[in-house]
């Protein structure tokens, strides 16, 4: 299948952003890098992506189907999917945009730079139990989640749905939630329920969940098969985007430029402050330079309080030397996977991961 999802040009002919990419950005939004701060990213600081509209959906009417390859279709309301088992999770959820827009030539889409990324506690309903609760037939092999949000997209008009076989849903202990940080779930994240999925990109947690089916074939509908893959070309089938690529961001130093957002920093000692995650394993190390990336120290690491929650770290700087330096962190995981100096081009700007630097002058 070919994908008319992005269109890319020659450097030299796209000088700035465009109008279609502005208003996309003005629906979307990001988190401030200085909220990285926060252990849990406070509800309106959390990173936001709507790909068509947010839909108009009444908790008391609404209705979750579960069908296709199970022995006991249902259909739920609210109340009834929240008088079932609860559990409570610290999640790291970032687009598999991030970064694209620093990419060259530029995949023209949702124009992320760094901040398409939050950590939020999300309450729900084990998306297995409820699976289970149907009975899954033992031909069965991926779940499809579909949502009421709808458009077109590379010419296709579709719900946005997406699949996941079933032994990665158990594996990642997927949520169907209706809560975020406490409160019920806001319309713009996916109000009443939505699908939260540890460790994967965002895009596979369908919001506004109106059905989920069991199915025997893998799903091919356009946000599976037409988009979220590795290409080079439009006419490669391309491999799927699925768990987090490795990543760390700071807290950029001191002070900034309004226009330009560099940094600015007195002469003496400053902390260094970021998170770091990964969605294949835990993550084994953060490092800092001080240096435009010529040499290298070590952070410290701070255990976080859910496996997929991103992880604290910190580094001391003395700046001596007053003018103009970069400032630069990097994240590797306990499997060895490591940033990239420089990012690795696709046709969709996915995974894009890439050491982090930021400009700083030293007065």
Request: charged share 20%; hydrophobic share 40%; with cysteine.
């Amino acid at each position: 299948m070919t994908s008319q999802e992005y269109v890319t040009l020659d450097s030299a002919e796209q000088p700035g952003i465009s109008i279609e990419e502005l208003q996309l950005a003005t629906r979307n939004h990001g988190m401030p890098l200085e909220a990285l701060r926060y252990d849990v990213t406070p509800l309106g600081l959390h990173y936001l992506l709507t790909h068509f509209d947010i839909p108009a959906l009444d908790p008391a009417t609404w209705r979750l189907r579960i069908g296709g390859w199970v022995a006991r279709p249902l259909t739920l309301t609210l109340d009834e999917l929240r008088a079932r088992p609860t559990v409570t999770r610290r999640v790291t959820m970032e687009c598999a945009g991030n970064g694209r827009a620093r990419l060259s030539p530029r995949p023209v889409s949702q124009p992320w730079l760094l901040e398409a990324v939050g950590t939020g506690e999300w309450t729900g309903t084990p998306a297995a139990d409820v699976i289970d609760e149907a009975g899954v037939t033992p031909d069965a092999i991926e779940v499809v989640f579909t949502g009421a949000d709808r458009g077109v997209q590379g010419g296709v008009e579709h719900a946005y749905a997406r699949s996941i076989t079933l032994d990665e849903l158990r594996a990642t202990g997927a949520l169907l939630a209706w809560g975020l940080n406490g409160v019920a779930l806001p319309p713009q994240h996916g109000a009443p329920v939505r699908l939260v999925v540890p460790g994967w990109y965002g895009m596979t947690s369908v919001k506004w969940l109106t059905s989920i089916d069991l199915t025997t074939t893998p799903f091919d509908g356009y946000q599976q098969a037409g988009s979220y893959r590795f290409r080079q070309t439009p006419d490669e089938v391309g491999d799927p985007v699925t768990r987090l690529a490795v990543r760390s961001l700071m807290i950029p130093p001191g002070i900034p430029d309004f226009l330009t957002r560099r940094r600015i920093v007195d002469r003496g000692t400053h902390e260094l402050r970021g998170r770091a995650w990964a969605g294949r394993a835990p993550i084994a190390a953060v490092e800092v330079s001080t240096d435009g990336g010529r040499t290298w120290q070590g952070a410290d690491l701070h255990t976080p309080s859910d496996p997929a929650a991103w992880t604290a770290w910190r580094a001391v700087w003395h700046a001596d030397a007053p003018g103009e330096t970069e400032v630069c962190c990097r994240a590797r995981d306990t499997s060895g996977n490591a940033q990239p100096d420089t990012p690795s081009w696709n046709l969709g700007g996915y995974a894009v991961n890439a050491v982090q630097r930021v400009a700083v002058t030293v007065r």
